[in-house]
């Protein structure tokens, strides 16, 4: 992995840790920091680990909000089964996180959004 600027989009690893948050929101489940970490090539904690996440994180999201979808982020939590620090105040930065919201209830509405936009939908084929 290159030292700058990989977390970017159109990077290697930017199309790797989309897919797994993708694959995620298909199934309405979740993906985790470490996964995303180990699949690329980061170590799995640590403060280096945590701030590269957050950029990769924060570009996903940012990418997702261009193209008038939710942040797909929601989706990616820790071990402890938790948000990240950086999720509330990047939904504030992108606009979509008002002073005096309830934090909790955002996210899951945010998940929610998220499990619609990428719900797969299964056709019944009909045999003759």
């Known amino acids: 992995m290159s030292n700058s600027k990989w977390y970017q989009s159109q990077s290697k690893e930017f199309y790797?840790?989309?897919s797994i948050m993708i694959n995620a929101a298909q199934h309405q489940g979740f993906a985790t920091y470490q996964e995303i970490a180990q699949a690329v090539g980061l170590p799995t904690a640590g403060n280096y680990m945590g701030g590269a996440?957050?950029?990769l994180l924060?570009?996903?999201?940012e990418n997702e909000v261009?193209?008038?979808r939710p942040m797909l982020?929601?989706?990616v939590i820790g071990v402890n089964r938790r948000l990240g620090e950086g999720f509330i105040s990047l939904?504030?930065?992108l606009g979509l996180f008002n002073n005096g919201d309830d934090e909790e209830i955002f996210w899951k509405n945010e998940c929610k959004k998220i499990y619609k936009e990428w719900k797969i939908e299964y056709r019944?084929?009909?045999s003759k």
Request: charge should be positive; proline fraction near 0%; aromatic fraction near 4%.
């Open 58 to 61: 924060r570009t996903i999201s």
């Open 73 to 75: 982020s929601a989706i």
């Open 16 to 18: 790797i840790a989309y």
């Open 66 to 68: 261009q193209h008038n």
């Open 91 to 93: 939904a504030r930065k």
């Open 124 to 126: 019944i084929s009909k």
């Open 53 to 55: 996440i957050s950029e």
